[in-house]
C-alpha cells in the first residue's frame, strides 16, 4: 500500500501518498532546521510568493479571533521580518531548538496538502540557560509541484498566550 486513508469532509475517503508525507516532513524539517541553526535569510525560501504566515493563540483560534501576533501575506513581508531581525530588532542573544511530532496530512484545497504537526520550542540563551519556550501545533497547507512543497500557508498556533519576551525569531 502506497499511502493511507484519510476522510476528506464527507465525500468519501482519498489517499494521501506516503511521497508527500515525505515531502511534508521534510520541509518541516528544514523550515525547522533553517529557524535553529540561525540561517533566518533561508526561511522565506520555504513559502510560496504568495504565501500566509501567522502566528496566534489557540484561545484566539477557539473563539474565531483573527489577532495574531506576526502576519504576513507574501514572501517579500517574510523577507522584511528577516531584515527587522538583523538589522532593526534589539533583543538578547538566543537560539532555539525545534521537537516537531509527525504531521497528519489530508487533502486540502486545489491539490494541496492539509498538515497538523505538533511542535515544542527549547529557548537557549547566550549564558546557556534553556527553558522550555513554546508549545502548540502548525497548521499548514503544502503546495507539491514539480517535485518540490512549499508552504502556501503556516499557522503556529501557540498553546499558551503568554510569551515573555519579544518574539523576534520566527516559530
Known amino acids: ?19 508527500s508525507q515525505l515531502k511534508v516532513q521534510d520541509l518541516n524539517a528544514r523550515y525547522v532546521e533553517t529557524i535553529d541553526e540561525g540561517r533566518f535569510e533561508d526561511w522565506p525560501d520555504l513559502f510560496m510568493e504568495h504565501c500566509k504566515y501567522r502566528i496566534t493563540t489557540a484561545e484566539n483560534v477557539e473563539q474565531g479571533l483573527p489577532l495574531s501576533i506576526i502576519y504576513a501575506t507574501s514572501r ?12 532593526a530588532n534589539v533583543y538578547e542573544a ?5 521537537v516537531l511530532g509527525p ?26 540557560d534553556t ?3 513554546a508549545t502548540g501545533r502548525y497548521l499548514d497547507r503544502v503546495v507539491l509541484a514539480g517535485g518540490a512543497a ?12 503568554q510569551i515573555d519576551t519579544l518574539l523576534a525569531i520566527p516559530l
Open 150 to 161: 512549499l508552504f502556501a500557508e503556516k499557522t503556529v498556533i501557540l498553546d499558551s498566550r
Open 131 to 133: 527553558a522550555l519556550f
Open 76 to 87: 517579500a513581508m517574510l523577507r522584511d521580518r528577516v531584515k527587522a531581525l538583523r538589522e
Open 103 to 128: 504531521s497528519r496530512l489530508e487533502p486540502a484545497e486545489g491539490g494541496s496538502v492539509g498538515a497538523r504537526t505538533n511542535f515544542m520550542v527549547a529557548r537557549v540563551m547566550h549564558t546557556g
Open 1 to 19: 500500500m502506497t499511502g493511507y486513508r484519510v476522510m476528506d469532509g464527507g465525500a468519501g475517503p482519498q489517499a494521501v501518498g506516503i511521497e
Open 94 to 98: 538566543q537560539r532555539y531548538r525545534h
